[in-house]
């Protein structure tokens, strides 16, 4: 189960980046420019074949890193990435099976959710954060208002089509924790090793969303 103090860790950051990483070897660069420009942390997302040995290579390197695995479908998924040190699972939707399995196991997971009915599941799992995904697509911020009416003590972590433009007005609802994103790191820019770039994305979102932490 999500902590306190992993909530605490995401709202700090108020931003998660999102990464596609295509070549393993890419993977520790990649959380050293994250990290050394102010966001010490990645949801490496199964959307790849290098995605678990980005995940032990990145932990080896980055003990302390803010780590999880995302776009997680399976249960063979879920053990691949605590296996190679994830500290938790995201996944786009609220699938039973692998949701069950972790709280089985004890892994954090953080399911996805864009409706109502499956936030009441999240809640009856005793699940406290959950994805809100797509964000945009699903209604966007207008539509994480309504949500959090009636469900005030579930906590959201919006992802999909957020960027600078409207980061800022999801982070001022309460009830989100962080938002992800891919702009920050795009999987373009990894795979072509544009560090410089990288790293002044991450420093301007760093600048921009330290709005919402004072
Ligand atoms: O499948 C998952 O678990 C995901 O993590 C999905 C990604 O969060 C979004 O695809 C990112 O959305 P963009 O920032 O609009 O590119």
């Known amino acids: ?48 074949a290098a995605a678990g040995e980005s995940i032990r290579r990145i932990r080896a390197a980055f003990p302390d890193v803010i780590l999880c695995a995302g776009t997680v479908l399976t249960i063979t998924q879920v053990d691949e990435a605590v296996s190679a040190g994830a500290d938790f699972i995201i996944s786009p939707g609220f699938n039973p099976t692998t949701v069950n399995y972790c709280i089985k196991n004890g892994i954090k997971i953080i399911p996805g959710i864009n409706n109502p009915s499956q936030i009441e599941q999240a809640l009856e799992l005793g699940i406290k954060v959950v994805k809100f995904f797509p964000a945009e697509a699903s209604g966007g911020v207008n539509m994480v208002k309504a949500l959090v009416g009636p469900y005030s003590q579930i906590k959201l972590m919006p992802t999909g089509g957020i960027k600078p433009s409207n980061v800022m007005d999801y982070l001022a609802v309460p009830q989100v924790v962080a938002c992800g994103g891919s702009w920050i790191a795009t999987t373009a820019d990894i795979a072509n090793n544009n560090w410089d770039t990288i790293a002044k994305s991450v420093r301007d979102t760093c600048q921009l969303v330290q709005l919402n932490k004072t």
């Open 1 to 48: 189960m999500i902590n306190n103090a992993l909530i605490d860790q995401l709202a700090a950051l108020a931003v998660m980046p999102v990464i596609q990483i295509e070549n393993a070897d890419d993977a520790v660069k990649l959380v050293e420019v994250l990290s050394e420009n102010g966001l010490p942390a990645a949801e490496i997302t199964f959307r790849s």
